[in-house]
């Protein structure tokens, strides 16, 4: 396989098995503490060797096989959060990683890392598990709004990769289908635009994310034809 440009690398590997925690007094089962790992690491179609998810029905599957974050974040993060420890992996990642930004990367880019090829797929909307690992729930709203929703990638071609990774720049779709634009549509920060709209519904979008999408243009329509009596 040729090489492309290089978009990034890989900062640090992690994986985890489900384990059971406690969270405002109850039992969570969860894979979000992940652990670094060293030297290569095989990735399948659904995950990395020794990873796994916890809840299936709204984790993993092909579209989510690898979650990455980007290190570029971590500073923000830091200063938003002074009291918390930003240790790579604080958000659940499985490559926290350099040069991979949601603002620059597009639905449908393909890259090498490793001997692997990997496809972006859709960003992330996380669940209360990220509070779980913050052990606090404001957490998911400042996630949210923060725009930096970290990347989610299908794998085209399995493969082998580790931390030291270059990440390589093979295609993309063409549509231009930016991975912050398509997080901020249920954010109210990307203002409905019909036409981005019919573009993100015709690219290589996860199914399930174009099915959100669907819904929250529900809402905005209905909140549009009936809009709320302002006090």
Same mark, same amino acid.
């Given at each position: 396989?040729?090489?492309?440009?290089?978009?990034?690398?890989?900062?640090?590997?992690?994986?985890?098995?489900?384990?059971?925690?406690?969270?405002?007094?109850?039992?969570?089962?969860?894979?979000?503490?992940?652990?670094?790992?060293?030297?290569?690491?095989?990735?399948?179609?659904?995950?990395?060797?020794?990873?796994?998810?916890?809840?299936?029905?709204?984790?993993?599957?092909?579209?989510?096989?690898?979650?990455?974050?980007?290190? +570029?974040?971590?500073?923000?993060?830091?200063?938003?959060?002074?009291?918390?420890?930003?240790?790579?992996?604080?958000?659940?990642?499985?490559?926290?990683?350099?040069?991979?930004?949601?603002?620059?990367?597009?639905?449908?880019?393909?890259?090498?890392?490793?001997?692997?090829?990997?496809?972006?797929?859709?960003?992330?909307?996380?669940?209360?598990?990220?509070?779980? #690992?913050?052990?606090?729930?404001?957490?998911?709203?400042?996630?949210?709004?923060?725009?930096?929703?970290?990347?989610?990638?299908?794998?085209?071609?399995?493969?082998?990769?580790?931390?030291?990774?270059?990440?390589?720049?093979?295609?993309?779709?063409?549509?231009?289908?930016?991975?912050? #634009?398509?997080?901020?549509?249920?954010?109210?920060?990307? #203002?409905?635009?019909? +036409?981005?709209?019919?573009?993100?519904?015709?690219?290589?979008?996860?199914?399930?994310? #174009?099915?959100?999408?669907?819904?929250?243009?529900?809402?905005?329509?209905?909140?549009?034809?009936?809009?709320?009596?302002?006090?």
């Amino acid at each position: 396989m040729e090489s492309g440009p290089i978009a990034g690398r890989v900062i640090c590997l992690l994986v985890s098995l489900p384990k059971t925690v406690t969270f405002n007094g109850r039992d969570v089962n969860t894979s979000i503490f992940k652990t670094p790992v060293t030297g290569k690491v095989k990735l399948t179609k659904l995950n990395l060797a020794g990873d796994a998810q916890a809840d299936l029905t709204v984790h993993g599957g092909p579209d989510k096989a690898l979650y990455t974050y980007p290190v +570029e974040h971590y500073p923000w993060w830091q200063e938003q959060m002074p009291d918390v420890d930003f240790s790579y992996g604080k958000f659940g990642e499985n490559l926290t990683t350099e040069g991979l930004l949601e603002r620059d990367i597009c639905i449908g880019d393909e890259f090498k890392v490793g001997t692997a090829v990997i496809k972006v797929s859709q960003p992330r909307l996380p669940c209360y598990k990220l509070g779980v #690992k913050f052990g606090r729930n404001d957490v998911i709203k400042r996630f949210m709004q923060s725009g930096y929703s970290g990347i989610y990638f299908s794998v085209v071609q399995e493969g082998e990769l580790m931390a030291g990774d270059s990440i390589e720049f093979l295609r993309g779709d063409g549509l231009n289908i930016k991975v912050q #634009k398509v997080a901020n549509l249920f954010t109210g920060r990307q #203002k409905r635009d019909p +036409e981005f709209v019919k573009r993100a519904l015709e690219s290589q979008l996860a199914d399930q994310m #174009k099915m959100f999408i669907g819904i929250e243009v529900s809402k905005f329509k209905e909140l549009a034809q009936h809009p709320k009596d302002e006090d």
